[in-house]
């Protein structure tokens, strides 16, 4: 008979996961360690000494000059060191996101910080594998998730209104991947070829060079007709230096927050669009019974809630939090 697998040593950190027994950290920004990044986190300035990580991820990072070093990986190539067995997969966060499959000691375990469920136009097929150990991402309220086949409903719903103000002149904000590899994608399907920030423009071209169908032009401020496509971070500047502005402005929201901070925010002054780059809640729970642990780790400051939902799909359920943090719920 098989012996029971046994839990695993995870020392979690405002920065990252640390794998105990080995240098390997997950998604750590600071470390001197290795590091396993699962997305550029272009929000975040610091990188890691040594990067582990798709060779998407690093590719976006240096088009930015964010000098990212590190071990180029690419999608189902295996791949040791030390005793850690690897694997990268592809998340279903645009192109470049990913999760980690690592065997060590007999142990299968699977790290999986976001994922998306959904396909994508400009993303990778979320993969899977079975495991002993699941590490996922808890970053937004259970009741955030969308019902299942709700995300293509609203990506029509998107082009739809994108199709009904484009007629004019149209700022579009959003995240700079894959947000808005997405929202480009779907003008190209309507023949509009839309003006884009530099940065999204560096991320959009990394992304055609993989044969994604994502055609730009630079130049996105010009007050004139078709659409332009600029980073959500840079709307309330915007927003700040044209008072008067009489073209259209749509928010696209890729996350919960973000979108209710623009509610909050902004309302009065633009269309507000949410369409979530990432899954959250009851959409995660077809992907853990795939994976079919014995562990189910739960970190992020939703931890606590996941792990009470999520209590009947692993024998063994725990949530994972720096222990000077309390979790939200």
Not at 182 to 195: C, D, R, W
Request: overall charge positive.
């Amino acid at each position: 008979m098989l012996s029971q697998p046994k839990a695993i040593n995870l020392t979690s950190t405002e920065d990252g996961i640390h794998l105990g027994g080995s240098i390997l950290w997950l998604d750590s920004n600071t470390t001197k360690d290795l590091s396993f990044l699962s997305a550029p986190h272009l929000e975040i300035r610091s990188l890691p000494t040594q990067i582990l990580a798709s060779e998407e991820t690093l590719k976006i990072l240096n088009a930015l000059n964010r000098k990212a070093k590190g071990l180029l990986c690419r999608f189902n190539q295996k791949f040791s060191i030390g005793r850690l067995h690897l694997e990268l997969l592809p998340s279903g966060v645009g192109l470049e996101g990913s999760t980690l499959y690592i065997e060590s000691d007999s142990q299968k375990i699977s790290y999986a910080s976001e994922i998306q469920v959904d396909r994508m136009d400009v993303s990778r097929q979320l993969q899977v594998r079975k495991s002993d150990h699941l590490i996922l991402g808890a970053n937004a309220p259970y009741k955030a998730g969308l019902p299942v086949g709700q995300r293509k409903k609203l990506v029509t719903s998107l082009k739809e209104k994108l199709e009904s103000l484009s007629s004019e002149k149209l700022f579009v904000f959003c995240e700079v991947n894959p947000t808005a590899q997405e929202v480009i994608a779907i003008l190209n399907q309507s023949g509009m070829v839309p003006k884009v920030d530099t940065t999204i423009k560096k991320i959009s071209d990394i992304y055609g060079s993989y044969g994604i169908d994502v055609t730009s032009r630079k130049h996105p401020t010009q007050l004139n007709q078709g659409v332009s496509i600029l980073p959500l971070a840079k709307m309330k500047k915007f927003l700040g230096k044209n008072p008067s502005l009489e073209s259209r402005v749509l928010a696209v929201a890729s996350h919960p927050n973000d979108y209710n901070d623009l509610i909050h925010r902004w309302g009065d002054r633009l269309n507000i669009f949410y369409l979530p780059s990432h899954s959250y809640g009851i959409e995660l729970k077809d992907y853990v019974q795939q994976v079919a642990p014995n562990y189910l780790y739960l970190f992020g400051p939703y931890a606590k809630e996941y792990a009470e939902q999520f209590s009947s799909l692993a024998p063994y359920v725990e949530p994972i939090f720096p222990k000077h943090l309390r979790p939200l719920l």
